[in-house]
């Protein structure tokens, strides 16, 4: 099994460009989200789904999309980045979505800089 | 509001130290704490904990919750330099039908030689 895989590593965007973070994961869990994560401020729910063709959203949803269309991808939109969305994108899953926790799965992380 | 403060923000520390990692929570609907280790790249789970009084051992690590007091503490015993990291306490609520984990800040361990 890959895991959970995320693409790009890295990425650069002028303010105002749109872009997409890709997010894959091969082990059947239902659950999968996306964080931030930015200095000292832990880790912070942006979108969230509990399974395909269902999404919601989390903390800080505000400037991003997400959409479900099959149980593997959980792509994050940026509709119009802004330098504020300048942070370290993670993309996790977990088998359950409302039973007591286990254990989630992250991905290795995209580094995003908006100038 | 849900919130997980951890504490102390950062620690320095000798090898062979031991340390207690702080992490209080204020959640409605509490399900479960969950510990991870993150080091340069994505967060590594550690322990989940979801009954008051019971040790999680693992190796040197271990970790209690305290569902009275809202806390938990990690413990690291005779720590080595391969302990720096940041870690991260997670709960686990139930909000709006959904699992949620809402985070800390973490805590920026380091051990020096």
């Known amino acids: 099994n890959a895991g959970v895989t995320q693409t790009p590593k890295f990425q650069v965007l002028k303010t105002g460009q749109s872009m997409t973070l890709q997010c894959a994961q091969d082990?059947?869990?239902?659950?999968m989200s996306w964080y931030r994560q930015d200095p000292g401020m832990g880790l912070r729910l942006i979108h969230y789904?509990?399974?395909?063709?269902?999404?919601d959203q989390g903390e800080v949803p505000n400037g991003y999309n997400v959409s479900r269309s099959t149980t593997e991808d959980f792509p994050l939109r940026l509709l119009s980045a802004a330098p504020s969305q300048t942070s370290v994108y993670f993309c996790?899953?977990?088998?359950?979505?409302?039973?007591?926790?286990?254990?989630?799965?992250f991905g290795p992380g995209t580094r995003l800089t908006v100038l | 509001e849900d919130k997980v403060v951890q504490s102390p923000l950062s620690l320095v520390v000798h090898e062979g130290d031991t340390v207690t990692l702080n992490c209080s929570y204020e959640?409605?609907?509490?399900?479960?704490l969950l510990w991870y280790k993150q080091e340069k790249k994505a967060p590594t789970f550690l322990f989940m904990l979801?009954?008051?009084?019971i040790e999680k051992k693992s190796g040197r690590l271990s970790s209690i919750l305290d569902k009275k007091e809202l806390f938990s503490i990690l413990n690291i015993t005779a720590t080595q330099t391969g302990d720096s990291a940041v870690y991260l306490c997670?709960?686990?609520?139930?909000?709006?039908?959904?699992?949620?984990?809402?985070f800390g800040q973490g805590t920026r361990l380091t051990i020096n030689p």
């Open positions: 979801t009954s008051s009084g």
């Open positions: 959640v409605t609907n509490f399900r479960s």
């Open positions: 997670a709960v686990e609520a139930l909000i709006q039908g959904a699992q949620k984990l809402v």
């Open positions: 996790a899953s977990s088998y359950s979505r409302g039973a007591l926790s286990n254990e989630q799965f």
């Open positions: 789904s509990v399974g395909a063709g269902i999404t």
């Open positions: 082990m059947n869990h239902e659950y």
